[in-house]
């Protein structure tokens, strides 16, 4: 099993990113699917999780009207559309996926990860 991250880039204050996730491998086509960014030296922070089937959707206080989670399960891709973005945004995007239904927001119930994308905000 392999998840692909991709899409990360440089932007400056109030640009847009859009980062997408491949799935490779044993299909994880209804995992609940996450999106989590980490700076050096701390742990993942939860960014937005999206259901199996789509309909439901969890974001990180900071990021509810700025970030947007989506998923297509006949590509096995997941993406995370990410408006006005701010300096503090600036970290790596990492992708994942878990067998549980809930969406969990910790980092220790996802059993997939990508190998993440690095996404830097300038001001």
């Known amino acids: 099993v392999q998840l692909q991250a991709c899409g990360g880039g440089s932007v400056q204050t109030g640009g847009s990113l859009r980062l997408s996730c491949v799935g490779y491998g044993r299909t994880l086509t209804m995992y609940t699917k996450a999106w989590f960014r980490q700076l050096p030296g701390k742990e993942r922070e939860f960014v937005a999780a999206?259901?199996?089937?789509?309909?439901?959707?969890h974001y990180a206080d900071s990021m509810k009207g700025r970030f947007t989670i989506s998923r297509d399960n006949a590509e096995n891709t997941v993406s995370l559309q990410m408006n006005s973005l701010q300096p503090e945004d600036t970290a790596v995007y990492f992708c994942?996926?878990?067998?549980?239904?809930?969406?969990?927001?910790?980092?220790?119930?996802?059993?997939?990860w990508g190998q993440g994308t690095q996404v830097t905000v300038s001001s």
């Open positions: 999206i259901s199996g089937h789509g309909r439901n959707t």
């Open positions: 994942a996926a878990s067998r549980e239904f809930t969406l969990n927001d910790s980092s220790y119930e996802y059993e997939y």
